[in-house]
């Protein structure tokens, strides 16, 4: 059997860092992240089954060759996934008279929009349904749909690890590593309850190491990260010895990794648990501050963000050696009309330079989704990328008022470039840099692509020597740092004019 994987194209215009990751190696690097769902569904595919792997963040088009060699064609894709990428693509492979099989969490949220589309729809976790598939496939009784129960979920202990073997590192910047799935915080517009459980399921610690020793012996160096939803929601036992374990490992390689993952705030106060990352090398966590407003935290259920100080809790990250980067979004109901002044002021005062704007939208089977479909407020069932400036949701103030908000926000972040520097420099005075790494090609590379594209020719110049110059003289550690986050700058300025542009 002949298998070709394609990876369909992301839509978010957000977190694909194209003109960031250019300055990365040599020639430029082609996507942020490796997919760690379709390297996984390689390793669960039976051993004598031939595979090839496209990732249509990578290569601009599928090649004839490939698509006469496969048999079936295994579409994989996200919720951040285009949906122009997966239609275009089920008609280039039937054009081929390809037999298709669909998956990932693009198709689960939306079975009934594929149906008749594609052969086989093989929805949830793949370690469940695609076992299922593959057995019937070669009895030659294959369904159009599988599914798991309803609270069916992957014991991932037993998961393998990703196939390396099918992408060139070189092509990505960052590697992906999975410790646990799913969240026991209930924010009322997140599916990772739907599509993971309310319960974590953590791998074991061992099981960790070797996935990272795997990767490591593959020959991949530079940034890891662990694609948790929240990593901090694990039970504090199992992701101590974790991290523990994971220290150890790093010490024996000499910390061939920088780690990011996503937490919650909660994290701020907890002492071991911000040691313990720090030691096992997390220079950068995201976190989901949502919205300064009490009144919004309320709404979207947010608890752990009520119950701390948001500056104060921020700034114990920075100081513990993370940069913070945090999701924050406009559209809730009890948005004052002034919620551009109080995010602009908030994020100035709280120091973090690089924040994921999003407008609220509302995810299938989600609280929110449910109470606006109730209300007759939901427009359509599904808005992939909420960082563009779209919605599928009536939002109380009216689309035209909260559109003239989050522009005025995104201006006030990203395109007044003298508030963005000015924010990582404040940055810059705080963070206590703690990762351990060496520097890499990619380091010089990047920097001095970015003496000449942002330094010399660039409107962005004089914030950018005042930061370089800053850091060296008040933070030097910090310096590759302060590096990163003016290059990051060329990618949120592109970011921020196009969403304006185009709402
Ligand atoms: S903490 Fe994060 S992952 Fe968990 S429910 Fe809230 S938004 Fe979702």
């Known amino acids: 059997m002949k298998v070709l ?55 601009k088009r599928l090649k004839r060759k490939d698509l006469l060699w496969a048999d079936i064609i295994f579409l994989s894709a996200n919720v951040s996934t285009h949906k122009e990428s997966v239609g275009n693509t089920i008609i280039i492979c039937r054009e081929y008279g390809k037999l298709i099989a669909a998956g990932g969490p693009f198709f689960t949220l939306q079975p009934e929009k594929y149906k008749g589309k594609v052969d086989y729809l093989i929805l949830g976790e793949a370690e469940i349904t695609l076992p299922l598939f593959i057995k019937d496939y070669e009895k030659g009784e294959a369904k159009s749909i599988y599914k798991p129960e309803s609270n069916q979920w992957a014991d991932i202990t037993k998961t393998p ?40 399921r953590p791998k074991n610690p061992v099981q960790i190491v070797n996935e990272e020793e795997k990767l490591y012996r593959s020959g991949w160096r530079g940034t890891v990260m662990w694609v948790d939803d929240n990593l901090s929601a694990n039970k504090k036992d199992i992701l101590k010895e974790t991290l523990i374990l994971v220290d150890e490992w790093q010490r024996k390689k000499g910390y061939p990794f920088k780690r990011i993952t996503q937490v919650d705030i909660g994290v701020a106060c907890d002492e071991e648990l911000k040691e313990l990352l720090k030691n096992a090398n997390f220079n950068e966590l995201f976190i989901g501050i949502e919205t300064p407003s009490q009144e919004g935290l309320k709404e979207c259920g947010k608890k752990k963000n009520l119950s701390v100080d948001l500056e104060e809790s921020i700034s114990k990250v920075h100081k513990n050696g993370q940069q913070l980067v945090a999701g924050a979004i406009m559209g809730l109901d009890s948005d004052p009309i002034n919620i551009d002044k109080i995010m602009e002021d908030f994020f100035k005062k709280s120091k973090i330079p690089v924040i994921m704007l999003g407008l609220l939208c ?49 201006t006030a972040l990203y395109i007044n470039r003298r508030n963005y520097y000015q924010r990582a420099t404040r940055f810059m005075q705080e963070c206590i840099p703690s990762a351990k790494s060496r520097v890499s090609w990619d380091d010089i590379f990047a920097f001095i692509k970015s003496i000449f594209s942002i330094g010399i020719f660039s409107k962005s110049s004089p914030y950018y020597w005042t930061l370089l110059f800053r850091t060296i003289f008040t933070n030097r550690k910090a310096f590759p740092i302060a590096v990163k986050l003016a290059i990051q700058h060329v990618h949120l300025l592109k970011y921020a004019k196009g969403v304006i542009k185009t709402i």
Do not use: H
């Open 362 to 410: 509302a995810l299938p089977e989600t609280k929110l989704w449910y109470k606006l479909k109730a209300e007759g407020r939901l427009i359509e069932d599904l808005v992939i990328d909420n960082t563009s400036g779209i919605t599928n949701i009536i939002p109380k103030m009216g689309i035209v008022k909260l559109r003239d908000l989050y522009k005025k926000v995104l």
């Open 5 to 59: 994987i394609i990876y369909a194209k992301n839509t978010s215009v957000f977190w694909n860092f194209k003109p960031s990751i250019k300055y990365l190696g040599l020639f430029g690097k082609k996507s942020l992240v490796a997919p760690l769902g379709p390297l996984t569904v390689s390793s669960l595919l039976p051993k004598k089954w031939e595979r090839r792997f496209v990732d249509l963040n990578v290569k």
């Open 161 to 200: 690890p990703p196939d390396w073997s099918l992408i060139y590192f070189n092509d990505y910047c960052v590697m992906p590593v999975q410790f646990s799935r799913g969240c026991n915080l209930d924010c009322y517009f997140c599916n990772i309850g739907v599509l993971c459980g309310y319960k974590l």
